[in-house]
C-alpha cells in the first residue's frame, strides 16, 4: 500500500474539528479552529481530520490554510464517495482525505444506494483519489450494523485497490466490548488491522471501552475527539483512551499528556460545553478524596485510590475534602498541606464537627475553616 506504513504504535487520529465540530449546538470559528489544531499539534497529534470540503467556500479557505501552515502534519480532509468532493478537497489542498461509504443495508437504503454502488464505486474512486491525494483512507459508515459478509467483503476491497487504512465505525454506538472484539477478529481474517481505524460513537456510553478493545485487540489507529464532542452522545473521547492506553502499556505514538488538562479546558471554553465534574481524567473531582478511609490509605501509600498518577495529566497530588464521609485521616491530610500536626485523638474530634457542620450549612468546608475548628478544638 502507498502512503504511512503500517502502524507499529497506535496512531490517534483527531476529529474534533470535523466530527466534534457536529455536535448539537457547538459553534466554532475558524479562528478558533486554527488554534485548536495548534492545541492538538502541541501535544503530538500528527493526524488531524479538520474538516469537510464540499462545504465550500469559508471551509475550504480554512483547509487551505491548514494545509500551508501545517504542511509537515497530517491534515486530513472528509468526503463523500463522488467526484466533486474530491474535486474540493483538491482545491482546499488538502494531501490527505478520508472517504465515507455507507455499508450497513440501513444507511444504503437512507441514500439510495445498494451494494452494486458500493463496491463499484469503492474500487473507482479509490483509483481517483490515489492520483490526486498522498494518503487515501476508506471509511465503512455503519460497520457495526452491517452484513458480516459485506463488511469483510469492503475491507478486502479496499485493501486491494491499496487504500492506505480503512476505518471502521459505530457510527450509531451500539457495540460493546465483547463486540468489538468480535468485529475486529472477523476484519483480522481478511485485512491487516494495522491498517485499520476504530471510530467510536457513545450512545451507549461504551466509546472509549470500546476504542480500548480495539486498540488491545491491534488496530493501528484510533479515532477521537477532545471531550468526547461529537453528534448525539459524542465520540471516543481522546483524554480517555490516551491516558487509558498508556496505563495499560499499549505502544502508542508519542503524546504530552501532562498538557492534556490545558487542552480539554481550552476546547471546553471554546465550544461552550461543560466538563462534568467527574468526568473521567479531567473532571476537577478526579483526584479529591473525602473518605477518612480512603485518607487513611492515602498518607501510607500515595496511590492506594490513584488510577493512574496525578502527574501524568499534569494534576497535582490527590487533595483531601472536608465534607460528610471525612474523618481524621482526611482532617491530618488538610492539616498536613500547610504543616500543622495533630493528634489522631483530636482529629477525629475535629472530623466530627467538620461533619456537623457541612450538614449544617450544605457545603464543603475550605482549609481555613478546618483550621479554625482546630484552633477551638485545641484551645
Known amino acids: ?17 470535523r ?5 448539537p449546538g457547538v459553534v466554532m470559528s475558524y479562528p478558533q479552529r486554527a488554534e485548536i489544531a495548534e492545541l492538538l499539534i502541541e501535544i503530538g497529534i500528527n493526524e488531524i481530520e479538520a474538516g469537510i470540503p464540499a462545504m465550500g467556500g469559508q471551509e475550504i479557505k480554512f483547509l487551505s490554510f491548514l494545509n500551508t501552515v501545517h504542511s509537515q502534519n497530517h491534515i486530513i480532509g472528509w468526503c463523500r464517495a463522488t467526484d466533486s468532493d474530491l474535486n474540493d478537497a483538491k482545491r482546499a489542498r488538502c494531501r490527505n482525505v478520508h472517504i465515507a461509504f455507507p455499508v450497513s443495508d440501513i444507511q444504503l437504503k437512507a441514500m439510495d444506494k445498494d451494494r452494486h454502488w458500493l463496491f463499484n464505486t469503492l474500487e473507482r474512486i479509490v483509483g481517483i483519489a490515489r492520483k490526486k491525494f498522498e494518503f487515501v483512507s476508506v471509511g465503512a459508515m455503519d460497520a457495526s450494523r452491517s452484513d458480516t459478509g459485506v463488511l469483510r467483503h469492503f475491507c478486502k476491497t479496499a485493501a486491494l485497490v491499496c487504500v492506505d487504512r480503512i476505518r471502521i465505525a459505530d457510527t450509531v454506538g451500539i457495540l460493546t466490548p465483547s463486540k468489538t472484539i468480535q468485529l475486529f477478529s472477523s476484519i483480522a481474517e481478511v485485512v ?9 460513537h457513545n450512545d451507549l456510553g461504551m ?17 477521537v475527539t477532545v471531550n468526547g464532542i ?14 487509558a492506553v498508556k496505563t495499560n ?16 479546558d481550552r476546547v471546553s471554553l471554546l465550544t461552550n460545553s461543560t466538563i462534568s465534574d467527574s468526568k473521567p481524567i479531567t ?3 478526579v483526584f479529591l478524596h473525602e473518605s477518612g478511609i480512603h485518607w487513611n490509605a492515602l498518607l501510607k ?3 492506594a485510590f490513584e488510577a493512574f498518577p496525578p502527574s501524568i495529566t499534569g494534576h497535582a497530588r490527590s487533595v483531601p475534602v472536608a465534607g460528610t464521609h471525612s474523618g481524621g485521616a482526611t482532617v491530618r491530610a488538610i492539616l498536613g498541606k500547610n504543616r500543622m500536626k495533630i493528634s489522631d485523638t483530636d482529629s477525629r474530634r475535629v472530623a466530627a464537627s467538620i461533619r456537623k457542620k457541612v450538614h449544617r450549612i450544605g457545603r464543603v468546608l475550605t482549609t481555613r475553616e478546618v483550621e479554625n475548628l482546630c484552633e477551638r478544638h485545641l484551645s
Open 207 to 223: 466509546a472509549t471501552a470500546n476504542a480500548f478493545c480495539a486498540a488491545e485487540i491491534g488496530v493501528g489507529a484510533i479515532s
Open 192 to 200: 491487516d488491522l494495522a491498517k485499520v481505524e476504530f471510530h467510536g
Open 283 to 285: 473532571g476537577k473531582s
Open 230 to 243: 461529537g453528534e448525539r452522545a459524542g465520540n471516543t473521547a481522546l483524554e480517555e483512551i490516551a491516558v
Open 301 to 303: 501509600n500515595k496511590h
Open 1 to 17: 500500500m502507498n502512503g504511512i506504513p503500517a502502524a507499529k504504535k497506535l496512531v490517534i487520529v483527531d476529529s474534533t474539528l
Open 249 to 264: 502499556k499499549i505502544p502508542m505514538q508519542p503524546l504530552k499528556l501532562s498538557k492534556i488538562q490545558e487542552l480539554c
Open 19 to 23: 466530527d466534534g465540530a457536529q455536535a
